[in-house]
Nanobody
Framework: EVQLVESGGGLVQPGGSLRLSCVAS????????MSWVRQAPGKGLEWVSS????????SYTDSVKGRFTISRDNAKNTLYLQMNSLKPEDTAVYYC?????????????WGQGTQVTVSS
C-alpha cells in the first residue's frame, strides 16, 4: 500500500523557517518524481515544487524561488521542503504528492497534509 505521511508543519513568525518531511512507503521511492502542493485557506491547490528521479534540477513556483528548497533522501524514502524567509502568504496546508507521469498535476497519491501558519 502506497503511503505518504507529512510532518513538520506548525506556527512560525514571518521571516522564520520550517522543514517539512514526507515519508514514503509501499513503492520504490527513488524511481518517482515527487512534488509539494499547497492549499491556502479559501483558495485552490497551488503547485509549489517538484523534484525528479532522472534529472538533478528541481523546479519551483516563482513565489518561493530563493526561499524554499526541495530535496530527497532516497535511502530514507523521505522528501523534504526547507522553507526559509516565510511570509504570511505561505500559510497553507502543504501536501506531498507522487507523480505517475513527468508532468505538472500528474499525481496519483497524496499525503494527508501538514498545516503551516505564518503569523506574528
Amino acid at each position: 500500500e502506497v503511503q505518504l505521511v507529512e510532518s513538520g508543519g506548525g506556527l512560525v513568525q514571518p521571516g522564520g523557517s520550517l522543514r517539512l518531511s514526507c515519508v514514503a512507503s509501499g513503492f520504490s521511492f527513488s524511481s518517482y518524481d515527487m512534488s509539494w502542493v499547497r492549499q491556502a485557506p479559501g483558495k485552490g491547490l497551488e503547485w509549489v515544487s517538484s523534484i525528479y528521479s532522472y534529472i538533478s534540477s528541481p523546479s519551483y513556483t516563482d513565489s518561493v524561488k530563493g526561499r524554499f528548497t526541495i530535496s530527497r533522501d532516497n535511502a530514507k524514502n523521505t522528501l523534504y521542503l526547507q522553507m526559509n524567509s516565510l511570509k504570511p502568504e505561505d500559510t497553507a496546508v502543504y501536501y506531498c504528492a507522487r507523480h505517475y507521469a513527468p508532468t505538472l498535476w500528474a499525481y496519483d497519491y497524496w499525503g494527508q497534509g501538514t498545516q503551516v501558519t505564518v503569523s506574528s
